[in-house]
């Protein structure tokens, strides 16, 4: 059942506690519930996700960050940014950041599982082994359009009959077209290809997103819907906030400590009561990248002095817990268009009332759309002069340092007109961040610092992206199409390294894709906080089943890979306990 507030749980002993009902926290309450003799408790910080409208129309995901749904947190002053200050939403509402994200769907390469096989010395993490479980995370279905995706996808690597929906473009673009002749015509590495989901994404093809008939697909309607909630043993609790773990009696080993025990808020004052419930297999932290490390660190999970620093008494000694924080960088450069009927259009009131009225009564038009249907992946050169100073980090030769993602309006530049343009990233950035405890108050947000641009191979690598964006919109297709460039880029600009790196400083972003902050790794070594089992190391009882475990950011947006881990981690939880 699904309960409004800690108070009305049922006294039953639970099996299994899981903590954050989000990404990953929704399939573990789900899977872990299919066998009926297991109590499984899934608790909540945000609110149900049910009746959030803004939650469902897909166009509408902007309007989730800032507010309710998120946790509102910002970073630390970027260095590599200038010293700006960033805000870094994360969902904080069931279903996490997947009730309120961008919905691109993108597994990733091989070389990214495969690299994470290597470095775990499991090769249960790799590609081949994990893709039963991309196959049966997905519902691949029709576009809200109905047009017929022939060309547009590989159906042979795509799962029909799992719980999570996913779509091509359900609303055509002006452009589309001519985003096609240009990768042909282009070729060499914007060459077309068939599906980016294949594991290897390099060119361009059509986007795949979590939208199935018109509506987003996330953890929560995907995973939790209601025959689950109405599973007599699973008890999903909402507006409920987790403070710490808490040592349970030592099992067996004297030196080994069980977290099974999770201490709960009843209220968000710093002294306010607090009540325990202990698991009598596990807890499982899937509080996402920033909510996992925070409750380890407030637990005495984490570096011996740091923890000493703020008068939280350490308990165990693991210094990586918070550390490797890695995320996308992110930035976008538009040109003005000839045209009056860009995505843009839609900005327009009157415009999106329409579209809203047609979404509502059938679940079709512009709306079922998130503005960008084609994405371009591409390598650096293999003579870039940045290989004279910096190994490549990308997992393999399949994987793209460049993500193009080809919009059709201003997009989040905020100017006002008509554009075509990209969304520009890097995949495979090399700086690293932290995330550090600012107080000893559970309340108070932690020091985040993905630390952006702090190696120079990001700046480079983002400066190579703004030129191959304006290398495809200067092609012969776009002619008498794509005007000026708009914004603070001009064509000089764009061909001096310092002035464009300048402008990036003072403009980019990151995408929204912290990673790495509790990273599995070889059983025994000395970094590290999960074992390839997701085990955390040296203590009993606990897991963690999130983004917080990937040891490298894949080169992907990264809900598919969440959902990934936690498919696998259900069956090692299952076969284990
Ligand atoms: C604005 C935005 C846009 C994005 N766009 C895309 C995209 O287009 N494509 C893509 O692939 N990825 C995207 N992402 C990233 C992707 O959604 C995340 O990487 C992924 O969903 C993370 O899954 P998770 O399980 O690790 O964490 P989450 O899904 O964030 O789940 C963590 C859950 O734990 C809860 N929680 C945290 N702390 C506590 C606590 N102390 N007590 C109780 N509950 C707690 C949270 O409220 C949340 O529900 C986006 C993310 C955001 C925020």
Redesign the pocket.
């Known amino acids: 059942a699904l309960y409004q507030d800690i108070s009305h749980l049922p006294r039953v002993q639970f099996d299994y506690i899981i903590?954050?009902?989000?990404?990953?926290?929704s399939v573990l309450g789900r899977r872990l519930s299919e066998n009926s003799r297991h109590q499984v408790l899934l608790?909540?910080?945000?609110p149900s996700n049910d009746g959030v409208v803004a939650s469902q129309v897909p166009y509408f995901?902007p309007s989730?960050?800032g507010g309710t749904y998120d946790?509102n947190y910002t970073t630390t002053p970027q260095a590599g940014f200038n010293d700006r200050v960033l805000d870094y939403?994360?969902?904080?509402?069931?279903?996490?950041?997947?009730t309120?994200?961008?919905?691109?769907?993108?597994r990733g390469t091989a070389d990214d599982y495969d690299r994470w096989a290597e470095v775990t010395g499991d090769s249960g993490w790799s590609w081949k082994r994990l893709f039963p479980y991309m196959l049966k995370i997905e519902r691949l279905v029709s576009p809200a359009d109905g047009h017929n995706t022939k060309g547009q996808v590989d159906p042979s690597v795509h799962g029909t009959s799992g719980n999570l929906k996913i779509s091509l473009p359900g609303w055509p673009l002006e452009i589309g077209k001519r985003v096609e002749d240009t990768a042909r015509e282009l070729g060499g590495d914007f060459k077309p290809i068939l599906d980016m989901n294949s594991g290897k994404p390099l060119g361009t093809s059509w986007l795949q997103c979590t939208i199935g008939d018109g509506e987003r697909s996330s953890?929560a309607t995907a995973y939790l819907g209601r025959s689950v909630l109405n599973r007599p043993n699973l008890h999903v609790v909402v507006n409920?906030?987790?403070?710490r773990v808490l040592p349970s009696s030592a099992r067996g080993n004297n030196y080994v400590l069980s977290f099974r025990t999770v201490e709960i808020a009843t209220s968000l004052e710093p002294n306010g009561t607090r009540v325990e419930l202990t698991a009598r297999k596990e807890v499982i932290l899937?509080?996402?990248?920033?909510?996992t490390p925070?409750?380890l660190l407030h637990s005495g999970i984490g570096d011996r002095t740091a923890l000493n620093a703020q008068g939280i008494r350490p308990l165990v000694h693991l210094p990586s817990v918070g550390q490797n924080l890695t995320d996308h960088p992110l930035t976008m450069i538009v040109w003005n268009a000839n045209s009056t009927t860009t995505g843009d259009a839609l900005r327009d009131p009157t415009k999106q009332a329409q579209a809203f009225e047609q979404w509502n009564s059938t679940r079709r038009g512009p709306l079922t759309s998130i503005g960008i249907n084609q994405v371009a992946w591409l390598r650096l050169p293999n003579d870039s002069p940045i290989w004279e100073t910096h190994e490549d980090p990308a997992a393999g030769k399949n994987t793209p340092h460049i993500e193009l993602a080809i919009d059709n309006s201003a997009g989040f530049t905020g100017l006002t007109g008509f554009f075509v343009g990209m969304g520009l990233a890097v995949p495979t950035p090399l700086s690293r961040g932290s995330l550090t405890l600012r107080t000893s108050n559970p309340f108070d947000q932690p020091n985040i610092d993905p630390n952006l641009f702090s190696s120079p191979f990001d700046a480079f690598a983002m400066l190579q992206a703004v030129r191959k964006a304006r290398e495809f919109f200067n092609h012969s297709t776009w002619d008498g199409y794509v005007l000026n460039l708009a914004g603070p880029y001009t064509n000089e600009i764009i061909d001096d390294d310092e002035k464009t790196i300048a402008i990036l400083r003072d403009t980019a972003s990151h995408?929204?894709?912290?990673?790495g902050t509790a990273a599995m790794s070889r059983r025994n070594v000395g970094w590290g906080v999960v074992d390839p089992d997701l085990r955390v190391k040296g203590v009993t009882g606990l897991r963690i089943v999130?983004?917080?475990v990937m040891p490298f950011i894949p080169a992907?947006?990264?809900?598919?890979p969440?959902y990934i881990i936690?498919e696998r981690a259900a069956d090692l939880i299952k076969e284990s306990t």
Do not use: C, K
Request: proline share 3%; no cysteine.
């Open positions: 903590v954050g009902g989000g990404t990953a926290g608790l909540e910080s945000g995901h989730l960050s946790w939403p994360r969902g904080h509402i069931l279903g996490g950041s997947t309120i994200n961008a919905m691109f769907w993108t953890a409920t906030r987790v403070t899937s509080a996402g990248a920033v909510g925070h409750i995408a929204w894709h912290p990673v999130d983004a917080s992907a947006h990264t809900q598919a969440v936690a």
